[in-house]
C-alpha cells in the first residue's frame, strides 16, 4: 500500500543505501496473509520492516519513524549530520518538529474526519498547514532544513509535505518552494515514491 509513511521509511532506506525489497500488503483488504503479516506487526497498519542482516536474530520494526532513525543509524554521516553534535542536535530538532508538529496533527485530522468531526479535524489540519508554513524560517536559514546537509529532517519533512502541496500557498514560502523541489528530484525520493506501484 502506498502511503505517505510507507514512502518515508523507503526514502530513508534509500538515502541511507539499504538494499531492501517492498512487499504489499493493503492492511484495508489484508485477505489471507494477514495472519502472517499480524505476527510481524499486531496493529496491522503499514509499513513493517524485517532486517535479516543478522539470519539468526531478524529485527522487525513498526513504526515508519523508527524506520527512518534506524536507517539514519546506519549511514551517520549522511543522513545524521554524525560527528558534530550541535549539527546532529539541529537535525533531530527538525525531524521531531516534523514529526509532531505536523505530522502527528494532519493524522489526527484525517482520522477525526473519518469519524465524522469535521470541525475539531479542521483544527488540527489548519495547526498542522501553519506548522509547515512556519517551516519557511528553516528552508531561508539553509539549503536544507536542518542544515546545508541532506538529512532525515528532510525526509520527514518531504513527504508530509508532499502529501498536502496542493493546499499550501507557495507564493508566500519561496524558500521552502525551492526547498520542495530540489528534495523532490533527489533520486532516493523518485524511487521511494514508485516503490509501491503496482
Not at 526547498?179 to 509501491?196: D, E, G, L, N, Y
Amino acid at each position: 500500500m502506498k502511503t505517505g509513511n510507507c514512502i518515508r521509511a523507503a526514502m530513508a532506506l534509500e538515502e541511507a543505501e539499504l538494499p531492501y525489497v517492498v512487499r504489499h500488503y493493503d492492511p484495508r483488504a489484508p485477505g489471507e496473509g494477514e495472519v502472517e503479516y499480524r505476527r510481524l506487526n499486531p496493529t496491522g497498519k503499514v509499513p513493517t520492516l524485517i532486517d535479516l542482516s543478522q539470519r539468526d536474530d531478524p529485527f522487525v520494526l513498526t513504526q515508519s519513524n523508527a524506520i527512518v532513525l534506524y536507517a539514519g543509524s546506519k549511514a551517520p554521516e549522511k543522513l545524521l549530520h554524525a560527528g558534530d553534535a550541535r549539527a546532529q542536535a539541529r537535525v533531530l530538532e527538525r525531524f521531531t518538529y516534523f514529526v509532531t508538529d505536523v505530522i502527528v496533527p494532519n493524522h489526527a485530522g484525517f482520522f477525526l474526519k473519518l469519524q465524522g468531526d469535521a470541525v475539531a479535524a479542521k483544527v488540527l489540519s489548519d495547526r498542522s498547514m501553519a506548522a509547515i508554513e512556519d517551516a519557511e524560517r528553516f528552508a531561508s536559514a539553509s539549503t536544507f532544513i536542518a542544515g546545508d546537509a541532506f538529512s532525515i529532517a528532510d525526509i520527514a519533512a518531504v513527504t508530509i509535505v508532499s502529501a498536502v502541496a496542493d493546499e499550501l500557498p507557495w507564493d508566500r514560502l519561496p524558500a521552502l518552494s525551492r526547498w520542495f523541489s530540489q528534495v523532490r528530484t533527489r533520486p532516493a525520493f523518485v524511487r521511494s515514491t514508485s516503490a509501491f506501484d503496482g
